[in-house]
């Protein structure tokens, strides 16, 4: 089961961290998530957050969070997180 948590807003190139406006819900290391768009469709698992620059181990809602991710993202990029239920 996937549930939307948000959009990319930014994406950095040379460090592979895209930027996640997480809009619901709680995103946590270890969390498998689906990053979706018009040319963009991948799964991985979320290795590190940080917000403002500091590393963390959860993000809440409200909060831009950059996350290291395996293949570019575009901004609007839709950001799924993985459920097993």
Known sequence: ????????????SKINVGV?????????VG?????????????QKVESIQVEHQPVDSAKPGEPVGIKVESPVRQNDLVFKVTEE
């Open 1 to 12: 089961m996937e549930e939307e948590i948000g959009r990319i807003t930014h994406y950095f």
């Open 20 to 28: 996640l406006e997480l809009d619901k819900g709680e995103l946590n």
């Open 31 to 43: 969390d498998t998530i689906h990053i979706k768009g018009h040319t963009t469709d991948f799964y």
